[in-house]
């Protein structure tokens, strides 16, 4: 069983930054896809950032804004976030999609954490 952990949210002034991080943990043999998305109220969930294949994809609303990076030997992925609007208040999800070392698929989220942009 692979189970994500994240941290990092929280309030901060418009201008601000902020960095998420997730940690994985369990039986991962290999990762497919591993990125972020947030959920603002009444919105739908929306992709941030993500890497594919090797290559990291940003939604146009954070590009210039957000970085994504991991940390193989911690397990750990980040999501670094620079000059930070109002729009960015959202509740923020990890997500790795890969297989296990038992071969079975999975598509893990993370419990999400709240971040508010405000003055």
Known sequence: QVQLVESGG????????LRLSCAASGSISSINIMGWSRQA?????EL????????TDYAASV???FTFSR??????MYLQMNSLKPEDTAVYYC????YTR?????DTWGQGTQ?????
Do not use: M
């Open 95 to 98: 997500n790795v999609r890969g």
């Open 41 to 45: 109220p009444g919105k739908e969930r």
């Open 63 to 65: 590009k210039g804004r």
């Open 115 to 119: 971040v508010t942009v405000s003055s």
């Open 48 to 55: 941030v950032a993500r890497l594919i294949s090797g290559a």
């Open 71 to 76: 940390d193989n030997a911690k397990n750990t």
């Open 10 to 17: 929280g309030l901060v002034q418009p201008g601000g930054s």
């Open 102 to 106: 038992s071969s079975n698929f999975f």
